[in-house]
């Protein structure tokens, strides 16, 4: 097993890991903010699956779907702050 | 709601994002990509300077109503299909011109097909997102 293979072992059971624990805070947050930022936080740790997993597998095509998921996720957090803001000045 | 740092950096981001729409739907055909994915991200693109700048802004930057980008878009679908029965092949058969675009590539009727595509999940996304904002204005 190269290098490169124990890294991406390594950072897929830590990504997965963290992705438990984001969920953790997105079933029990408290707040509503709380589970905007893991909902922001999921994503970013599903854009790092990506990538990790077009090192494994040794292709780009993949990357592109990170791309358009970095914008997407960053529109869900913009908007849900958007309205957030809205409901309470009502 | 008006934010200054959004409202900024939405001016930058939409060229960019439609650059890299337009690159999705130049590339479709063969790699991963296409006409719909395309018409999302352009779609997200609006909305992001809509959600900075206002429903307004985000029309007149526009320029054109969504329900024509609807229009034009099924209308290029469909004038795609007609080279095909002209040339006497099969109903909806991709025909492609034998001269190489630079920057583009063969232009064919999957091209045409794509961008008519493209059109319709513009449309159809601004038009549901300029419907929700005006609905509660």
């Known amino acids: 097993m190269s290098f490169i293979e124990l890294a991406t072992n390594i950072s897929v059971i830590t990504i997965g890991l963290s992705i438990l624990i984001i969920f953790f805070r997105l079933l029990v947050g408290p707040s509503i903010e709380d589970r905007i930022v893991a909902l922001d936080l999921l994503s970013a740790n599903a854009i790092a699956f990506i990538a990790v997993y077009a090192i494994q597998n040794k292709t780009t095509t993949f990357l592109d779907v990170g791309v358009i998921l970095a914008i997407l996720a960053f529109l869900g957090t913009v908007a849900f702050a958007f309205y957030l803001e809205r409901g309470t000045r009502r | ?137």
């Open chain 2, 1 to 137: 709601m008006f934010s200054v740092i959004l409202s900024t950096a939405s001016r930058y981001l939409l060229p960019l994002l439609l650059i890299f729409s337009f690159f999705l739907l130049l590339r479709g055909h063969n790699e991963p990509g296409g006409g719909f994915v395309g018409g999302l991200v352009a779609a997200a693109a609006y909305a992001l300077y809509f959600i900075a700048n206002g429903v307004d802004e985000a029309e007149k930057l526009l320029k054109a109503e969504p329900i024509r980008l609807i229009s034009v878009g099924l209308f290029l679908a469909v004038i795609s299909t007609i080279p095909s029965i002209l040339i006497g092949k099969n109903f909806m058969t991709g025909v492609w011109l034998d001269t190489n675009f630079p920057l583009i590539g063969k232009i064919g009727t999957p091209l045409v097909f794509d961008v008519g595509v493209y059109l319709l999940v513009l449309g159809i996304a601004l038009k549901i997102i300029f419907s929700l904002a005006e609905e509660d204005r």
